[in-house]
């Protein structure tokens, strides 16, 4: 659960949604529903935040719970947010050409690892940082795929492409790496 900006002048709501975050971080501590209002359901939840951060048991948010709660949340948040977004700089029109070295072309490289992992007919290239001949092919078959201009090289357009496809292309490769792999 991704909580709203802000809760300003909603207390009861912003603790709620805190211990909310908690819990799905935490599978031990009960979750909340953040409705605003200081019921049975969120003194639960309070009561259980304080025994196991070692706090006096009341089922009442005094200002060193409420404290704790904060700083426990914001690690909390981290752990069930959505991972943190990577933007990669290419500077206006740059492209990269073959037998070139760049820094992202390691990312692009792991990128194009997953790819072949997900889909058929892509060869891995080996991690370099430089766009050799495998990882030219690579990127030619994926910009084929992808109804790209077929250059091998690594432009804004291949990179926005890369970075589209790869949330489902990673999340295919984990599926064949578990029916390869049962006991992982």
Excluded at 62 to 89: C, G, K, R, S
Excluded at 92 to 117: F, K, R, T
Excluded at 155 to 171: G, V
């Amino acid at each position: 659960m991704k909580p709203q900006e802000t809760f300003i002048g909603q207390p009861v709501r912003s603790l709620q949604t805190m211990l909310r975050v908690i819990a799905e971080s935490d599978r031990t501590l009960p979750s909340v529903i953040p409705d605003g209002i200081y019921g049975q359901q969120t003194v639960t939840a309070v009561s259980a935040f304080q025994r196991k951060y070692g706090l006096p048991v009341t089922g009442i948010t005094d200002q060193t719970t409420w404290e704790t709660i904060a700083a426990v949340y914001e690690p909390a948040l981290v752990l069930v947010d959505e991972a943190q977004p990577l933007y990669i700089i290419l500077d206006p029109m740059e492209v990269i050409s073959e037998n070139q070295q760049h820094p992202n072309l390691y990312l692009v490289q792991g990128m194009l690892q997953v790819y072949a992992l997900a889909y058929e007919g892509l060869i891995a290239p080996e991690v370099t940082g430089v766009l050799d001949i495998p990882t030219a092919q690579a990127l030619r078959s994926f910009q084929e795929q992808s109804g790209l201009p077929v250059t091998g090289r690594l432009d804004k357009q291949t990179w926005k492409h890369l970075a589209l496809q790869y949330p489902s292309a990673s999340l295919i490769a984990m599926e064949h790496i578990s029916d390869r792999n049962p006991e992982a």
